[in-house]
């Protein structure tokens, strides 16, 4: 099944202990990208990826890190997470965005920040 | 720069009702259009998108939306609605001017509560 997948889907954790997203897709996408979601302020992209080793700021990336080692993976990392990280972020993927190609979306992880 | 505005954030109907969900954009390029929707405790699926040629698009569920260049909108609208199409509803566009980057960008997303 064609999917995009992310872990975990649920995590609390403290101020300043670095934590890791991890988001997998299976579909041979070149395009990558992770999306945080707040109440009232719809989706705001943090980073994304043309291609392997390919990665630029998205509107929000203060606070965040990505990596792209390999196509079907694109790890979000906090290296010191604040409370004001606190969210439901997305990890979507994309196969020719350009060219107007859907992105497909992740479960979604709920990220708590304490 | 690009952005969206999705004129209401919550839209309350009764079922079989009809819907029209407003959306207006804003571009110094052309652009792709799209609308999203998410149901409760999900991610985001494609409802349908506006790339090129007709500018009256069907999507999945029985929706659909019109694109009009003049007045920048991509609003979508359903003739009768379901309790199942309750869910939140998130416009978006991007820049098709075929440029080396790509980025997608939302509206704040509009709140569909059918009731019975």
């Known amino acids: 099944e064609a999917q995009v997948t992310q872990n975990p889907r649920y995590l609390i954790t403290v101020t300043g202990k670095k934590l890791t997203v991890t988001c997998s897709q299976n579909?041979?996408?070149?395009?990558m990208s992770w999306y945080r979601q707040d109440p009232g302020l719809g989706l705001r992209q943090i980073y994304y990826?043309?291609?392997?080793?390919?990665?630029d700021k998205g509107d929000v990336p203060e606070g965040y890190k990505v990596s792209r080692k390999e196509k079907r993976n694109f790890p979000l990392i906090l290296e010191s997470p604040s409370p004001n990280q606190t969210s439901l972020y997305f990890c979507?993927?994309?196969?020719?965005?350009?060219?107007?190609?859907?992105?497909?979306f992740g479960p979604g992880t709920r990220l708590t920040v304490t | 720069a690009q952005s969206v505005t999705q004129l209401d954030s919550q839209v309350p109907v009764f079922e079989e009702a009809p819907v029209e969900l407003r959306c207006n954009y804003s571009?110094?390029?052309?652009?792709?259009l799209f609308w999203y929707v998410q149901y409760p405790n999900q991610g985001l699926q494609l409802l349908l998108k506006?790339?090129?040629?007709?500018?009256l698009v069907k999507g999945i569920n029985g929706f659909e939306a019109e694109f009009n260049k003049s007045q920048t909108s991509f609003h979508l609208r359903k003739p009768s609605v379901h309790i199942s199409d309750t869910a939140e509803y998130f416009c978006?566009?991007?820049?098709?001017?075929?440029?080396?980057?790509?980025?997608?960008?939302f509206g704040k997303g509009t709140l569909l509560t059918v009731n019975p």
């Open positions: 979507a993927s994309s196969l020719s965005p350009l060219a107007g190609n859907e992105q497909y």
């Open positions: 579909m041979n996408h070149e395009y």
């Open positions: 990826s043309m291609n392997v080793e390919v990665t």
């Open positions: 571009s110094s390029v052309s652009v792709y």
């Open positions: 506006y790339l090129s040629g007709s500018t």
């Open positions: 978006a566009v991007s820049d098709n001017s075929g440029g080396s980057n790509y980025k997608l960008t």
